[in-house]
């Protein structure tokens, strides 16, 4: 009772996944006096962004067998090497080596841990992980089913409480049909980005895409079409932001931005350059249609460019206008000159 009441406060005082499952493995390692205790999450597909490479599984160890044992596991989870642990569908419990199953923590010398629990975490009928507990003696969980099948029971609730709040959290900042950061949540961490620059003096170089011919689009294909189209481009906007350590937002309706801390006007070029470029080398496939993709961009630097770091977004628009202008599907970049035709 004692575990369960430390459980349930562990669940109710954390938000964060993460720091919720590190806190419940060491708390359930000391209190029962385990060697090893692990909790591995599926991934949660509705939280997946596109253009981000696909997570690692989300996890949480607690070990006291060695540094190197606690590197075997984490390798076997990282590398997914876990197929016989996540197939079981019903709570297993060895008591001495006879009875292994092969699970993935093996001692010194090749040899099997004698005495492991695993289970599945579900949520009704959703498997939401599994709960693995492990002691290098025999015969140490004889009695023990009901107890970590509650256990288990008890990290379910705690889990999804968590997803439900990562997931409202999500949709407050992503926009719904991209999943990139929507408008309200890019203006945010740009005003961040920016009074970040003007203490330590550092560039902040931003560029805004825009889909050419957008509505034709639309008018020829039909908006489902249309939204391909847009989920295509943020894709690539978002894995070109995030593989330089930038951030990527829907700014409107074919309007895109990207931002990066820390990165002048020549750097940003290149990177927004090879982003146009990958925009172009491929076609939307739609019901058999290819529809080839086509964005006009501007690109503005505080403080190369754009000496007043409230005017930067304002500035890349107007470049990117001018790029319409002048033929669509390039890229300019700010200047005076510009400034003062518009």
């Known amino acids: 009772m004692s575990v369960q009441n430390e459980l349930s406060s562990i669940i109710i005082s954390s938000i964060e996944i993460k720091d919720m499952l590190d806190k419940i493995v060491d708390m359930i390692q000391v209190r029962l006096d385990l060697d090893v205790v692990v909790i591995v999450l599926e991934q949660d597909h509705e939280l997946y962004v596109p253009g981000m490479e696909e997570e690692q599984r989300v ?10 044992f606690q590197k075997k ?3 076997s989870i990282e590398h997914t090497d876990m197929s016989e642990i996540l197939r079981m569908t019903q709570t297993y419990i060895q008591n001495n080596v006879t009875d292994s199953v092969q699970l993935f923590t093996k001692l010194e010398g090749e040899q099997e841990l004698p005495s492991v629990v695993c289970l599945p975490i579900r949520n009704q009928e959703e498997r939401l992980g599994t709960l693995f507990v492990g002691k290098n003696k025999e015969n140490a969980f004889m009695d023990s089913r009901a107890f ?3 256990i288990a029971s008890q990290i379910s609730i705690g889990v999804a409480n968590a997803r439900l709040y990562a997931k409202m959290n999500d949709m407050a900042i992503r926009d719904g049909l991209t999943r990139i950061y929507n408008r309200r949540h890019l203006t945010e961490l740009l005003g961040k980005y920016l009074s970040e620059a003007m203490a330590k003096k550092v560039p902040v170089s931003l560029a805004l895409f825009d889909i050419d011919k957008f509505k034709m689009v639309n008018d020829t294909y039909g908006h489902q079409c249309g939204d ?3 989920r295509y481009v943020a894709s690539l906007l978002n894995r070109g932001a995030l593989k330089h350590g930038g951030i990527a937002g829907r700014y409107g309706g074919e309007e895109f ?10 750097e940003t070029y290149h990177i927004v350059e090879d982003i146009h470029n990958q925009i172009r ?14 964005a006009s961009v501007g690109v503005a630097s505080y403080p190369q460019t754009c000496a007043n770091p409230g005017e930067l977004l304002t500035r890349a628009d107007w470049a990117m206008y001018h790029s319409k202008k002048n033929g669509r599907d390039r890229i300019t970049i700010d200047s005076e ?5 518009m």
């Open 148 to 150: 970590y099948e509650n």
């Open 59 to 68: 996890y949480a160890i607690s070990c006291v067998l060695g540094d190197k």
């Open 73 to 75: 596991v984490i390798e």
């Open 257 to 266: 931005v990207v931002a990066f801390f820390e990165k002048d006007l020549d």
């Open 337 to 341: 000159k510009i400034s003062s035709q």
């Open 281 to 294: 080398s491929e076609e939307v496939v739609y019901e058999g249609k290819h529809i080839s993709v086509r």
């Open 228 to 230: 391909e189209v847009i």
